[in-house]
């Protein structure tokens, strides 16, 4: 199961929004709902912020929202902050009931 | 507080052996599908596999890099995940994680990470 492609890196400054894609097959992005989105911070575990593709969970910022359109998931962040700055992940479910990841996007915040 | 506390990582020859292990506390742990997703230095994360709980068998799932090699269990008396690693190659060198998974395919809750590394 190859990786899911994600660019390197994005960057945006304070306030404006930014989109990460995500890219797969019909083996797993495009087959499934379970497209999840993760922020992981220098030396911290990784923190789920979306998960089923556009669900947000409880305590995570409204600023954060995602989406799916065939083989390919997006995530948006909307009014970028300082504290954005992070590596993200997306992944997903594939037809072999296993779960594949992104290689991850490093965000600067300029 | 929901917490999952990993344990039992270290400096491991190629070829050798490890046992990690991982403590749930906040949560029914038995009801839980467990997962472990493991971080190479300086890389991205990849999903090592899955146990689900006993309504679904205990079944496991795992990647195609460490099957044949890993073996998840638990133990829902102890609320306690486990992953023995044996055959273990320099290139299995990453920080461990264990996680909650939603049963969406989604890690909710994740463990601090436990640093395992294979060198001669």
């Known amino acids: 199961q190859s990786a899911l492609t994600q660019p390197a890196s994005v960057s945006g400054s304070p306030g404006q929004s930014i989109t990460i894609s995500c890219t797969g097959t019909s083996s797993d992005v495009g087959r499934y709902k379970y497209v999840s989105w993760y922020q992981q911070h220098p030396g911290r575990a990784p923190q789920l912020i979306i998960y089923e593709v556009n669900v947000r969970p409880s305590g995570v910022s409204n600023r954060f929202s995602g989406s799916k359109s065939g083989n390919t998931a997006s995530l948006t962040i909307s009014g970028l902050q300082a504290e954005d700055e992070a590596d993200y992940y997306c992944s997903s479910y594939t037809i072999s009931a296993t779960v594949v990841f992104g290689g991850g996007t490093k965000l600067t915040v300029l | 507080e929901v917490q999952l506390v990993g344990s039992g990582g270290g400096l491991v020859q190629p070829g050798g052996s490890l046992r990690l292990s991982c403590e749930a506390s906040g949560f029914t742990f038995s009801d839980q599908y467990m997962d472990w997703v493991r971080q190479a230095p300086g890389k991205g994360l990849e999903w090592v596999g899955r146990i689900r709980n006993k309504a679904n068998s205990y079944s496991t799932v795992y990647a195609a890099s460490v099957k044949g090699r890993f073996t998840i269990s638990r133990d829902d008396s102890k609320k306690s995940l486990y992953l023995q690693m044996n055959s273990l190659k320099t290139e299995d060198t990453a920080v461990y994680y264990c996680?909650?998974?939603?049963?969406?395919?989604?890690?909710?809750?994740w463990g601090q990470g436990t640093m395992v590394t294979v060198s001669p």
């Open positions: 996680a909650r998974d939603t049963q969406a395919a989604a890690f909710d809750i």
